[in-house]
């Protein structure tokens, strides 16, 4: 019987939730540009080859953390639950971009990469993020807005969000609550159009 090395990935007990975990535990601390096999690889106290049994280079390590980061973040899935109205909608939204916004803010670069990656249909799936996605698209539904410009709005708002944090880095947090404020306000007109 060969026996493993140590660091091999069976030995260490690497499972890409632990890859994942930590290559944004390294984008907390050192931002996506700071991300490496090595600073994954470190931070799971293995060697960096033990990681290319699970991703075979960065880019995707850069997908696996696209795909899984959102696990990380804690959407509030339940507040979409039997919403009665636009403006509850609304305000439930503008909360959790708010908290989406302190999420990415906590990692750098990430909003970015995020963007960059992202894909149509976000709500088919498993994790975290299809389950928020389908709470808020189901809410809409439910408020009257038809299945297709309820994924269109979804796309446009989830999109507007990104690009805003991506934009910002610097700026002040009131640049960004002022323009979610109005892009919400458009937001609403629009629902009202479809729900009424």
Known sequence: MTRRHPSSHAAAGISVSAIADAALAVIRGNGV??????????????????????????DELLDLVARNAFDQFTGDNAAYQGLRSVD???????????????????HPGLAGLIQAKATPDRDRGEGSRAELVRAQLESLVDLGVPEVQARHLFEVSARWTLAAV???????????????????????????????
Not at 88 to 106: C, D, M, N, P, Q
Not at 173 to 191: I, K, N, Q, V
């Open 33 to 58: 540009d700071g991300l490496t096999m090595r600073s994954v690889a470190e931070r799971l106290n293995v060697r960096a080859p033990s990681l290319y049994h699970h991703v075979h280079n960065k």
């Open 88 to 106: 509850e909608w609304i305000a439930v939204t503008k909360a959790g971009a708010l908290e989406l916004r302190a999420f990415y803010a906590g």
């Open 166 to 196: 991506v934009a910002e880095s610097n700026a002040s947090p009131d640049l960004f609550a002022d323009g979610l404020e109005l892009f919400m306000d458009g937001l609403r007109a629009r629902l009202q159009e479809l729900t009424t």
